[in-house]
């Protein structure tokens, strides 16, 4: 049974910085690629980022890029998102999943909790 298990959001001025995890469980987290997505209220969720199932490749979106950094352990099954410079526009709920390389889309149905993160201007 999958989990996915975000945590490390919260409220941050503008300009400042988050670390946010992913905790991930019952499935084989090396052989898959993982993201982050995010929802803002009102809206569809999009996705914010991935990594490689190994580690050596990365991509962002235009968004976020230059501004947030995706990470990963295979050794704790955790990927982790470094978001610095935040900005309002980043107020959303994040979500991690496996991702699908090329088209990132989420591979797993079911979705953590997620974890809330505020940016005060």
């Known amino acids: 049974q999958v989990q996915l298990v975000e945590r490390g959001g919260g409220l941050v001025q503008a300009g400042g910085s988050l670390r946010l995890s992913c905790a991930a469980s019952g499935f084989t987290f090396s052989n898959y690629a993982m993201g982050w997505f995010r929802q803002a209220p009102g809206k569809e969720r999009d996705f914010v980022a991935v990594?490689?199932?190994?580690?050596?490749?990365?991509y962002y979106s235009d968004s976020v890029k230059d501004r947030f950094t995706i990470s990963r352990d295979n050794v704790k099954n955790t990927v982790h998102l470094q978001m610095n410079s935040l900005k309002p526009e980043d107020t959303a709920v994040y979500y991690c999943?496996?991702?699908?390389?090329?088209?990132?889309?989420?591979?797993?149905?079911?979705w953590g909790q997620g974890t809330q993160v505020t940016v005060a201007s």
């Open positions: 999943n496996a991702v699908m390389l090329g088209n990132y889309i989420p591979q797993f149905a079911s």
């Open positions: 990594i490689g199932s190994g580690g050596g490749y990365t």
